[in-house]
T-cell receptor, first 110, second 112 residues
Framework: QQQVKQSPQSLIVQKGGIPIINCAYE??????FPWYQQFPGKGPALLIA?????SEKKEGRFTISFNKSAKQFSLHIMDSQPGDSATYFC?????????FGAGTILRVKS | EAQVTQNPRYLITVTGKKLTVTCSQN?????MSWYRQDPGLGLRQIYY???????DKGDVPEGYKVSRKEKRNFPLILESPSPNQTSLYFC???????????FGPGTRLTVL
């Protein structure tokens, strides 16, 4: 069973667009919510992360919005660029247990 | 350069032939983990280790073994591989529980 549900599976946007990827979780024990970015042939790398006591976190063009009551969080990429084309994974953790969503393949068209 | 290394990067084997995938990190991290990545399923944790000689099961441990005899190394052992273990495997390490994990480059395993 998927403890972290991620949508959409794939997304195509034009350069400059704002792709949004959504995730939902069930387990209220999760206390850390990272997003990982993965390029073909590489391992995932941490992009941005948030704790549940914060509703929004912004780092450069990447923003996480977090809704604790709804148990949902999302990633927004402002002014998206072709170099942002990658697979994005949301995740949730407690202790050293890290649970990933299924991933979203993002393509930014130039 | 701080990194997690895995070997081999690619491996094709046959059902039942024991194999080991090695993982090493040079960041002096306490925690190490193994994941498998399958299309439509994301990454799933196989095993993790909190320190030398301390390991615990993740979500999909069946058919796998691990050991942590040294802090820097965390090998993944498949005693009797089966075709359903064909996957992309990642090793990761982190310094604090629940914090950023650093991933290796991956090992693509095919079991025929």
């Amino acid at each position: 069973q998927q403890q972290v549900k991620q949508s959409p599976q794939s997304l195509i946007v034009q350069k400059g667009g704002i792709p949004i990827i959504n995730c939902a979780y069930e387990n209220t024990a999760f206390d850390y919510f990272p997003w990982y970015q993965q390029f073909p042939g590489k391992g995932p790398a941490l992009l941005i992360a948030i704790r549940p006591d914060v509703s929004e976190k912004k780092e450069g063009r990447f923003t996480i919005s977090f809704n604790k009551s709804a148990k949902q969080f999302s990633l927004h990429i402002m002014d998206s660029q072709p170099g942002d084309s990658a697979t994005y994974f949301c995740a949730a953790s407690y202790g050293n247990k890290l649970v990933f969503g299924a991933g979203t393949i993002l393509r930014v068209k130039s | 350069e701080a990194q997690v290394t895995q070997n081999p990067r690619y491996l094709i084997t046959v059902t039942g032939k024991k194999l080991t995938v090695t993982c090493s990190q040079n960041m002096n991290h306490e925690y190490m983990s193994w994941y498998r990545q399958d299309p439509g399923l994301g990454l799933r944790q196989i095993y993790y280790s909190m320190n030398v000689e301390v390991t615990d099961k993740g979500d999909v441990p069946e058919g796998y073994k691990v050991s942590r005899k040294e802090k820097r190394n965390f090998p993944l052992i498949l005693e009797s591989p089966s075709p359903n273990q064909t996957s992309l495997y990642f090793c990761a390490s982190n310094n604090l529980a629940g914090m950023e994990q650093f991933f290796g480059p991956g090992t693509r395993l095919t079991v025929l």
